[in-house]
């Protein structure tokens, strides 16, 4: 059926209410003379908020539809509304999430909601299954998701926090709000990351547009690199060397172990590094008013590229880790050593077990700077069979982060 019962009752409500104000305005009105109140009255229901939506688009980079397309990742682009996502046969899953603190910018409470309903990002995106694991930017490393309402409110997320951290598992696309259809009166949708420590950052409202961006290169040139410079949308550009971040009055170091495995490998890593986060800290956006609108793209001496989400490094666990030596969120490494271990979590046994590392792939001598996000271990979909491997993230021969905004 087209119209859910709830939906259609709503529209003939409505239409009631309006054609009694209607008639109400047509033969009162000429006779209106005093404070006007039924003009107000009257323009007051009729015309709807001028946000809201009744639909988002979902767009994706331009891949031709070409489903074994090794670039972009390959999903059903469209348009939907809540009719869409009600429906079984395509989204199975309908997933409720409780208690909800929404606060400003400030941190001041402006919301408080007890549940919202709807369809998880990351089901929506892998609709059919499409989602194709694996294989350097075709799995998304280098992908984020821009989330934007009717007002024009963006918020990112990346495509490696959707899928392969806990912060997936509760990304809505809400269509309810504490047990009620979320907006009666014009069936917008609203996205919410319930993971985020601000859970105001990025809600947005009367969802109209969902952009998946890949901003995967093809790999060539060589690794190395002894610094690294931050450009992009900020004011003033910065260049870091390894002994910058390892000057204990400029930046904190971290000390990490047991992080892996990497690669197939089985590889797991203990060293010092830096919060990505710190760094980022240093440099001054462009609009710093709009932190959830932007993200960031780490680029390494051979081209190789993955993307993190401003968001997810300053508002959720990912950037800043649960604060384990093994959970240390996103870190530029400054020094490392390397273990073997076995299938995820069985890092080496012992601190003595891991070595010192050199040659070509695994310098990590003083001319090497990589990066780590330690929270990249909850797999998703065709991800699992595999086991955990937290290669995706695992930069080595950091040269570039380019700081974009969400256009
Ligand atoms: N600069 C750079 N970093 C990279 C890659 C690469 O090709 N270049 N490969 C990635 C992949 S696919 C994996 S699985 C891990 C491998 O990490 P390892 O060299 O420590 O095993 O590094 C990642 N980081
Ligand atoms: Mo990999």
């Given at each position: 059926m087209f119209y859910s019962p709830r939906r259609f009752s709503a529209f003939v409500h409505k239409s009631i209410i309006f054609l009694i104000f209607g008639i109400q305005f047509t033969f009162c009105s000429p006779k209106?003379?005093?404070?006007g109140s039924d003009l107000v009255a009257f323009a007051l229901l009729s015309s709807?908020?001028?946000?809201?939506?009744h639909s988002f688009s979902l767009k994706g980079p331009e891949?031709?539809?070409?489903?074994?397309?090794?670039?972009a990742p390959y999903f059903e682009s469209g348009l939907y509304t809540i009719t869409s996502l009600q429906n079984e046969s395509k989204f199975p899953q309908r997933v409720t999430l409780y208690n909800f603190s929404i606060k400003d910018k400030n941190g001041n409470l402006i919301e408080v909601v007890s549940s919202f309903t709807g369809v998880l990002l990351r089901d929506l995106i892998n609709i059919g299954g499409k989602f194709k694991p694996f294989d350097k930017g075709k799995d998304g490393r280098a992908t984020v998701v821009i989330l934007e309402g009717k007002d024009g409110f963006k918020a990112v997320v990346s495509y490696t926090e959707l899928m392969?951290?806990?912060?997936g598992a509760e990304m809505l696309i809400a269509f309810e709000k504490n047990g009620a259809l979320l907006d009666a009166n014009s069936g917008s949708m609203a996205f919410v990351s319930?993971?985020?420590?601000?859970?105001?950052?990025?809600?947005?409202?009367?969802?109209?547009k969902i952009t998946v961006t890949n901003e995967w290169l093809n790999q060539s040139g060589t690794g190395t690199t002894s610094s690294f410079s931050i450009t992009g949308d900020i004011v003033t550009p910065l260049n870091y060397s390894l002994s910058d971040l390892q000057n204990v009055s400029s930046f904190q170091s971290i000390d990490f172990t047991?992080?892996?495995?990497?690669?197939?490998?089985k590889h797991y890593i203990s060293g010092k590094g830096v919060s990505l986060l710190e760094i980022l800290s240093k440099v001054t956006l462009r609009?710093?008013?709009?932190?959830?609108s932007y993200y960031v793209i780490l680029e390494a001496t051979d081209k190789y590229r993955f993307t993190h989400s401003y968001s997810e490094l300053s508002?959720?666990?990912?950037?800043?880790?649960?604060?384990t030596s093994a959970t240390p969120g996103v870190i530029v490494i400054t020094e490392f050593k390397k273990g073997l271990g076995g299938d995820?979590?069985?890092?080496?046994?012992?601190?003595?077990n891991y070595t010192s590392c050199s040659g070509t792939n695994n310098t990590c001598d003083t001319e090497y700077i990589a990066t780590i996000s330690s929270e990249d271990t909850a797999p998703y979909g065709g991800d699992v069979s595999s086991g955990?491997?937290?290669?995706?993230?695992k930069m080595s021969w950091l040269n570039t982060i380019i700081v974009k905004k969400a256009e």
């Open positions: 209106v003379t005093g404070d709807e908020n001028t946000f809201y939506s891949n031709n539809g070409n489903t074994n397309q090794t670039i392969r951290t806990t912060l319930k993971g985020d420590k601000n859970q105001g950052s990025r809600y947005v409202k009367y969802l109209s047991g992080i892996g495995p990497i690669s197939n490998s609009n710093p008013n709009d932190l959830q508002n959720t666990i990912v950037g800043s880790g649960s604060g995820y979590p069985n890092p080496p046994a012992s601190p003595s955990i491997n937290l290669g995706p993230r």
